[in-house]
């Protein structure tokens, strides 16, 4: 991934907690896939990465932009949960990268870290009498409350291969009609398509003198015509241009 993304994204560390792994992966249990069935890495053994995610709308365009595919998502309300299930789910799904997601939903609603620590000072008989100041030993453990509650999700992505033509775009409509073309939403960076001009939300109307109405008119036409210079029709702005673009 390009230095500029990871502006955006860092690496992702939660601190170590004592949560027991289950035998149900809670990432697993809550995946939903939003990809053809069996897409998944082009890579035979993928180096899986874990990244943590800042705004979703926001990275889902720049993982669009670098090449990346969305496979599909956790998403689920649960106490602190290791990040490792995440990577583990993401493993056994043959994913490229996965984006963690977390929100803390509600307040700590039965111990402070104190409160805990002073429980176990008198179980260990070292509080002798009420009043008497004594020695508090705080550890990790002490600062995890499990009344504590996260929204959490995990984005699962696949790197693709070098594109032909290098845009991601969905098909526009009304609420009348079918309107033709479709909108672009992403341009991958270093493609044909980003080198001949084209821009997030142009709308692609011809290609190669072929008449787009949905997606699949678009990538028909790019297939026939690989490694060939075509022209491609869009509207900017509702007006509409024309651009040459090798395939």
Avoid: C
């Amino acid at each position: 991934m390009k230095k500029s993304f990871l502006t955006y994204l860092i690496s992702f560390v939660f601190f170590f907690s004592n949560f027991a792994y289950s035998d149900e992966n809670i990432f697993e249990k809550n995946y939903q896939i939003q990809s053809p069935k069996g897409f998944q890495s082009f890579s035979a053994n993928p180096n899986t990465k874990m990244m943590r995610g800042w705004a979703q709308k926001t990275d889902l365009i720049k993982m669009l932009e670098d090449g990346y595919d969305l496979m599909g998502h956790s998403n689920f309300t649960a106490p602190l949960t290791s990040p490792n299930l995440a990577l583990q789910h993401a493993k056994s799904i043959k994913a490229d990268m996965v984006l963690l997601y977390d929100r803390q939903i509600n307040d700590a609603s039965r111990a402070t870290m104190i409160k805990k620590a002073r429980e176990k000072a008198k179980k260990a008989n070292r509080i002798k009498e009420t009043g008497n100041l004594t020695e508090i030993e705080i550890n990790e453990d002490d600062l995890v409350d499990e009344d504590v509650k996260y929204e959490i999700n995990a984005t699962y992505w696949v790197k693709l291969p070098k594109p032909t033509f290098g845009a991601h775009f969905i098909k526009l409509n009304s609420d009348i009609e079918s309107i033709n073309g479709v909108q672009v939403i992403a341009v991958i960076k270093g493609s044909p398509a980003e080198s001949a001009g084209i821009l997030r939300n142009d709308s692609i109307i011809s290609i190669a003198q072929n008449s787009v109405n949905k997606p699949e008119d678009l990538i028909s036409a790019i297939r026939k015509n690989k490694g060939k210079l075509i022209e491609v029709v869009y509207l900017r702005g509702g007006k509409q241009s024309k651009v040459k673009v090798k395939l």
